[in-house]
């Protein structure tokens, strides 16, 4: 993957989130211990929020990146990125940085 024209995308539904009585919040601290920084930037789509994670040494493929363990309900089961989100690889997010910069050219 490309990282100047490709980035990981993990596009948060929020009525998935509320179904689970999950957050947002719950989401990014899940990710960043399986080293995604999800620093990358943000936005949004019609669905929900879009989180751009940069890869660190694990979450190498958009299934790797869904399979990350958001929280365990009461009887075990797991709570995945997958089950409250969409993981795809996509055009990169803005940053705050690149949001500067175009707009100090107009």
Do not use: H, W
Request: hydrophobic share 35%.
């Amino acid at each position: 993957m490309e990282a100047s024209s490709e980035q990981f995308q993990v596009v948060v539904d929020r009525g998935r989130l509320q179904s689970r009585s999950l957050s947002l919040a719950d989401v990014v601290s899940a990710l960043r211990p399986a080293n995604l920084n999800v620093g990358g930037g943000y936005g949004r789509s019609t669905g929900g929020i879009v989180l751009c994670p940069r890869s660190g040494d694990a979450g190498g493929r958009p299934d790797e990146i869904g399979s990350v363990v958001v929280r365990t309900s009461q009887g075990g089961t797991p709570v995945l990125v997958r089950d409250v989100a969409d993981v795809k690889v996509g055009a990169p997010c803005a940053t705050a940085s690149s949001r500067t910069k175009a707009n100090k050219r107009r």
